[in-house]
T-cell receptor, first 115, second 116 residues
Framework: EAGVTQFPSHSVIEKGQTVTLRCDPISGHDNLYWYRRVMGKEIKFLLH????????ESGMPNNRFLAERTGGTYSTLKVQPAELEDSGVYFCASSQAGIWGETQYFGPGTRLLVL | AQSVAQPEDQVNVAEGNPLTVKCTYS??????LFWYVQYPNRGLQFLLK??????LVKGSYGFEAEFNKSQTSFHLKKPSALVSDSALYFCAVRDGYGGSQGNLIFGKGTKLSVKP
């Protein structure tokens, strides 16, 4: 069974540019989460999809971040325009639905550097 | 507010010795607790979790963790460390209170260094 995959693995962009990150969850997982780790700090929750619906987006830092999950499959996270403080590692995780203590399985992350 | 504390930024252990990576938590309801490991240039790998039941939880690669409700702790342990255990370890909690959201709250991470 394939795990959670993320693309690209690394991205270096200039301030003001746009970047789109993609996450493909484990097949059959309805829950999809985005997290971010800024250098040396905690991994912070960004948002949670259940199928194609946003269940919780309380962690999104501002309106420069836009997440979508088309058809309840893969998800994209767009940052537009990117700022220096957006640099960090963006993780995606997925889990099965309907299981209260379900395990979230993480992807390898996308390392974003904004110059 | 929910929170997780990993009081040690780094833990150094000699190969073959037992290791402990500490974690304490704060939640409103019953905690769901997780340990993840991140090897260099890799993603987070699930190690083990506590949901309910036996306080001693066994996980991957010979790791185990003990849930202690009175001390609100969930320390990660291994009886005999390997050099290959060197990595970054994250403790995470999810509040099991009914109606809570599904996201995990993470600690800052503890770097484990096992020397031969």
């Amino acid at each position: 069974e394939a795990g959670v995959t993320q693309f690209p693995s690394h991205s270096v962009i200039e301030k003001g540019q746009t970047v789109t990150l993609r996450c493909d969850p484990i097949s059959g997982h309805d829950n999809l989460y985005w997290y971010r780790r800024v250098m040396g700090k905690e991994i912070k929750f960004l948002l949670h999809f259940v199928k194609e619906s946003k269940q919780d987006e309380s962690g999104m830092p501002n309106n420069r971040f836009l997440a979508e999950r088309t058809g309840g499959t893969y998800s994209t996270l767009k940052v537009q325009p990117a700022e220096l403080e957006d640099s960090g590692v963006y993780f995606c995780a997925s889990s099965q639905a309907g299981i209260w203590g379900e395990t979230q399985y993480f992807g390898p992350g996308t390392r974003l550097l904004v110059l | 507010a929910q929170s997780v504390a990993q009081p040690e930024d780094q833990v150094n252990v000699a190969e073959g010795n037992p290791l402990t990576v500490k974690c304490t938590y704060s939640v409103s309801g019953n905690p769901y607790l997780f340990w993840y490991v991140q090897y260099p240039n890799r993603g987070l790998q699930f190690l083990l979790k506590y949901i309910t039941g036996d306080n001693l939880v066994k996980g991957s690669y010979g790791f185990e963790a003990e849930f202690n409700k009175s001390q609100t702790s969930f320390h990660l342990k291994k009886p005999s460390a390997l050099v290959s255990d060197s990595a970054l370890y994250f403790c995470a909690v999810r509040d099991g209170y009914g109606g809570s959201q599904g996201n995990l709250i993470f600690g800052k991470g503890t770097k484990l260094s096992v020397k031969p």
